[in-house]
């Protein structure tokens, strides 16, 4: 006869310790491999890389644009992951030139068509990377940039329009509450500062503290393989259906989702100063880019924009006197501007500030000059 097992079930105790000790290792191992790799363990061979900063898509209603709306991704390392440019060394025969700005550099075709002109500046081949994202916002742009020299840019050339002076910080900035603070801290910025963030990394970069990050980069990846690959809506679709969502969102008050829309289109829109002033606009924040630029060149432009008496123009008194405004500051502050906000006729544009091709143009035309002028790394000139 066999003998029969006398042995005990296992303590719970020990259960119980054995399984923490598991996810305690996983999560330290998630925690140093994430840090060493730059995030997003593991995912970013799902997704490839990226020339614009993502957006996603996700169902909601009937009354949504073909019954979809769109994300905008407010996570900094995400957005850097999904870039080529967090996945590319830069090699020396390179001259890196990064385009900051909200949508209209993100959903342009600008960085394309200016590299397709083979610019060679300081001896090396000029690489244009397109970091513009949605909303009109100095502070969301400060904030990428501090993380974008991470990726030793040359040279920063930096659209703005009048409204992302006013109103900060915006959305984008205070959901990225301790980088905003972090920046108001650093360079004397106006604003309240948050407490500062006192989780330890061993838990933020975990698994567990990653959790929402990773859910984010999911969302990604399958709406570029289901959306984008398998659907056959490429990023210029996906963008002319958050154009219009947001060009549309004041009428559609009913949909709570269209309610959130507008919400964020009437912060991203903020009533202008009828006599522009220095106190009005954010002009610190542009001192304070300089400053986390250096020692790389800046150029400023002072997007075009669609003006007239019409709805979805804007005034061109006030905007002159902005403009003007805008001029006599870069002068007292050194910086290289390009002042082109009536540079694109009206007949061009979309809407306030959106424009085609031909717009992109006139633009390019001015701004190739500008980045050959621009001094190389390091203060050199041109040779």
């Not at 080529?84 to 993100?106: F, H, N």
């Not at 500046?121 to 994202?133: A, F, M």
């Not at 805008?326 to 910086?335: S, T, Y």
């Amino acid at each position: 006869m066999p003998t029969p097992d006398v042995r005990g079930a296992p303590h719970p105790a020990r259960v119980v310790a054995k399984a923490l000790l598991i996810v305690a290792i996983v999560n330290l191992a998630y925690a140093y491999l994430s840090s060493r790799m730059g995030g997003g363990l593991g995912l970013g061979p799902l997704l490839p890389a990226q020339s614009r900063f993502p957006i996603y898509v996700r169902g909601h209603s009937e009354q949504t644009a073909g019954g979809f709306s769109i994300q905008s991704v407010f996570d900094v390392p995400t957005l850097f992951w999904s870039h080529r440019i967090s996945r590319t060394t830069k090699p020396d025969s390179e001259y890196r030139v990064l385009l900051l700005g909200d949508s209209t550099v993100r959903d342009s075709l600008l960085a394309e068509d200016m590299q397709a002109g083979q610019l060679t500046k300081c001896g090396r081949t000029v690489r244009i990377y397109s970091l513009g994202y949605y909303g009109p916002s100095i502070m969301k742009d400060l904030i990428l940039l501090r993380e974008a020299m991470k990726y030793k840019p040359d040279l920063v050339v930096w659209f703005f329009e009048q409204e992302a002076l006013l109103g900060e910080p915006k959305s984008f900035a205070r959901s990225n509450s301790d980088r905003l603070a972090t920046l108001v801290r650093t360079y004397d910025l106006p604003g309240r500062v948050a407490h500062a963030d006192t989780t330890g990394w061993w838990y933020t970069e975990s698994l567990a503290g990653q959790r929402t990050r990773l859910n984010l980069q999911v969302r990604l990846v399958i709406d570029y393989w289901l959306l984008r690959q398998g659907l056959g809506q490429n990023d210029a679709e996906v963008t002319r259906l958050a154009i219009n969502q947001v060009s549309a969102a004041a009428g559609k008050t009913n949909d709570p989702l269209w309610r959130r829309i507008a919400n964020s289109y009437g912060e991203l829109r903020p009533a202008l100063p009828a006599q522009p002033a220095s106190p009005d606009y954010l002009f610190s924040a542009i001192t304070a880019g300089q400053a986390v630029a250096a020692p790389s060149a800046v150029i400023m432009i002072n997007e075009p924009v669609n003006l007239g008496k019409g709805a979805g123009q804007y005034e061109p008194v006030q905007y002159e006197a902005y403009a003007e405004l805008v001029a006599r500051i870069a002068a007292a502050k050194g910086w290289n501007l390009l002042n082109l906000w009536d540079l694109v006729p009206v007949s061009d544009f979309i809407d306030r500030i959106h424009h085609g091709e031909p717009g992109n143009r006139l633009v390019e035309q001015r701004l190739a000059p500008a980045i050959l002028a621009a001094p190389c790394a390091g203060g050199r000139t041109q040779p």
